[in-house]
């Protein structure tokens, strides 16, 4: 995966070494030969790591993880070869692991010690101790932030995905569904006031735009033949079968009803 953004730094890489080579070392050659054997380490560290994570954390999550990491990847190997160091595995995943854990902050995730023992176990060359552990993830990530090396994404930016996903989607079932058009567009307002909710589910935002569209369909819509045309085309979007994404509907509207004392939806209106 992160083949897609590495050529875009093939460009500006030889500008850079030559802007960051330390009159230390004996000759650029040298210095690019150490920086290339470290490159290519590192980035086998790092595609190991997404062959890891992909059935955990979604792709264009870690898609922006490692565009994140391989920004400043130059950088933080041009230092260590400056300092006559090295990068250990320890230290790639960990850093690594802090910018996927800012990034996961857009859906309401974060990197758990379930992600340090999925690692562990299948990483060859992980030691035990504080260098591998979520206090010096966070430590890491603080210290990324203070540089300036990653932003630290603030959660209302997933709340402004949601909305644009939420409308992208009401406006498709719109053009496919023009019959519904009006159902659809009460819906749309609906929906919109319930997105800033504290019960909204902390998934992908598309899975939690298609969750608050499905729980509104049997408000809006009464008959049966309606309500299973939308929903077989909201299952098609978020890929999961009926029963898991009844769950989560039920789940959403239970949390409303609890945390926002919303009456919109009685027992009577069934999925």
Not at 131 to 140: L, R
Not at 159 to 183: A, E, F, G, R
Request: hydrophobic share 40%; charged share 30%; net charge neutral.
């Amino acid at each position: 995966m992160s083949e897609v953004t590495r050529d875009d730094f093939d460009d500006i890489k030889d500008g850079i070494i030559s802007s960051l080579v330390d009159s230390e070392l004996e000759d650029q050659t040298r210095f690019t030969s150490s920086l290339e054997r470290m490159e290519e380490r590192v980035q086998e560290c790092i595609d190991e790591i997404i062959v890891i994570l992909q059935d955990y954390i979604p792709k264009e999550i870690l898609i922006q993880a490692v565009t994140q990491f391989e920004s400043i990847q130059l950088l933080l190997i041009t230092d260590k070869i400056n300092r006559k160091k090295h990068f250990t595995k320890n230290q790639i995943v960990t850093i690594f692991l802090a910018i996927l854990d800012n990034v996961l902050s857009l859906i309401y995730e974060n990197i758990a010690s379930f992600h340090f023992k999925l690692l562990r176990k299948n990483m060859r060359g992980l030691s035990n101790g504080k260098s591998f552990s979520y206090n010096n993830m966070k430590k890491i990530q603080i210290e990324l932030i203070q540089s300036e090396s990653i932003t630290k994404i603030r959660k209302i930016g997933y709340t402004l995905k949601l909305k644009d996903s939420y409308c992208q989607i009401i406006s498709n079932m719109m053009s496919v569904y023009p019959q519904y058009k009006n159902q659809l567009s009460e819906i749309e307002v609906a929906g919109y006031d319930l997105i800033h909710s504290r019960a909204i589910p902390k998934l992908e935002v598309t899975k939690s735009a298609v969750v608050v569209i499905a729980s509104l369909l049997p408000v809006y819509f009464k008959k049966k033949e309606e309500k299973q045309n939308l929903w077989k085309y909201i299952e098609e979007i978020v890929d999961e079968d009926e029963d898991q994404l009844k769950r989560k509907i039920y789940r959403f509207r239970s949390n409303l009803r609890k945390m926002e004392n919303v009456d919109l939806f009685s027992y009577k209106n069934e999925l």
